[in-house]
């Protein structure tokens, strides 16, 4: 049943996005920083970690997951830190994904020739 909540929510998030492409002039690059600013509002607002609990992954792979971990790192870090939180809170959360990203990106790239398709 877990895996079919996470089915449902993750293919739910990413069918809007696939509404907003195929029915909008709003461009790709538009769509995932709205899906980012949405998880980022979301997440401080405080819905969508009941979203998570139910869904799980399906709700913590997509871009809106990325800007709920976002908040919820600035606002932990805000309530440690004080207002120095609002600038090291949400990288120090989400540093080891980005960190992962950009690992798994170099030996990529180093492993295959990545260039312009002509």
């Given amino acids: 049943m877990e895996y079919l909540k996470a089915?449902?929510?993750?293919g739910a998030i990413c069918a809007v996005g696939q509404v907003l492409i195929d029915?909008?002039?709003?461009?790709?690059?538009?769509?995932l920083v709205s899906f980012v600013?949405?998880?980022?509002?979301l997440g401080g607002l405080g819905l969508y970690q009941p979203l998570i609990d139910f869904a799980g992954a399906g709700?913590?792979?997509?871009?809106?997951?990325?800007?709920?971990?976002?908040a919820k790192g600035t606002l932990e870090a805000i309530r440690e830190d004080g207002l120095l939180g609002v600038i090291?809170?949400?990288?120090?959360?989400?540093g080891a994904g980005?960190?992962?990203?950009?690992l798994?990106?170099?030996?990529t790239a180093l492993i295959f020739k990545p260039g312009d398709k002509m």
Avoid: D, E, Q
């Fill in 59 to 70: 709700a913590t792979v997509p871009l809106t997951g990325f800007g709920a971990l976002l």
């Fill in 104 to 107: 798994f990106g170099l030996m």
């Fill in 23 to 31: 029915y909008t002039k709003l461009t790709p690059a538009r769509i």
């Fill in 88 to 94: 090291s809170g949400g990288i120090g959360a989400a």
């Fill in 37 to 41: 600013c949405a998880g980022v509002v």
């Fill in 7 to 10: 089915f449902l929510v993750g």
């Fill in 98 to 102: 980005l960190g992962a990203a950009i």
